[in-house]
């Protein structure tokens, strides 16, 4: 298993759909042992394939569950359906979100309560996970990743004006930006 860099907005593959996964091979298996090094070292709740330079529709997914026990998982070729979200602003305490892709930077999003994820694991078995809260958040999080959506391009005008500050001011926001989870002297 190896920690792989992890792209920062403006690489191509984080904002172009990803490709289905035709088969489960030996690479997706590496692949997605590599994920969760990566999302671990980070730390992150959530990486998906496209967010380590590779487009398929792969994600992993870490968070305690309601008991504080481990959930965790990988889905490949997911399908998410969401309850309406409440109408209203996000909560900047409650709602906000960071990403590993933008690291160090927390926005308030309003994301669904509950959403549905359909799938496969690794082993080929069909995934079912209906799920809310903050789990939900990772769920609608990652499978953005896989159309090409970064939370930072769900935001309102004037969080993204300050995202394109702080991504001139970094240097971000071009093909190649990345870092590396125990490298890099980055905060996610």
């Known amino acids: 298993m190896a920690v792989l860099p992890i792209r920062i907005m403006g690489d191509p593959v984080l904002h172009s759909p990803a490709a289905s996964v035709d088969e489960i091979t030996d690479e997706v298996r590496t692949l997605v042992a590599d994920m969760f090094e990566t999302m671990d070292a980070a730390p992150g709740v959530g990486l998906a394939a496209p967010q380590v330079g590779v487009g398929l529709r792969i994600y992993t997914y870490s968070y305690p569950d309601d008991d504080g026990a481990p959930w965790r998982g990988v889905i490949i070729n997911p399908e998410l359906w969401m309850r309406p979200l409440d109408p209203g602003e996000p909560d900047p305490d409650d709602e906000a979100e960071g990403c590993l892709s933008f690291p ?85």
């Open 104 to 188: 160090g930077e927390r926005f308030p999003l309003r994301r669904s309560d509950e959403v549905l994820v359909t799938g496969i694991d690794l082993a080929g078995a069909p995934v079912r996970i209906q799920i809310d809260g903050w789990r939900a958040r990772i769920m609608q999080h990652e499978f953005d990743h896989l159309d090409g959506i970064l939370y930072v391009d769900r935001l309102g005008d004037g969080d993204w004006k300050t995202v394109q500050k702080i991504a001139r001011k970094r240097g971000w926001g071009r093909p190649g930006s990345s870092w590396t989870p125990g490298i890099d002297d980055l905060d996610a």
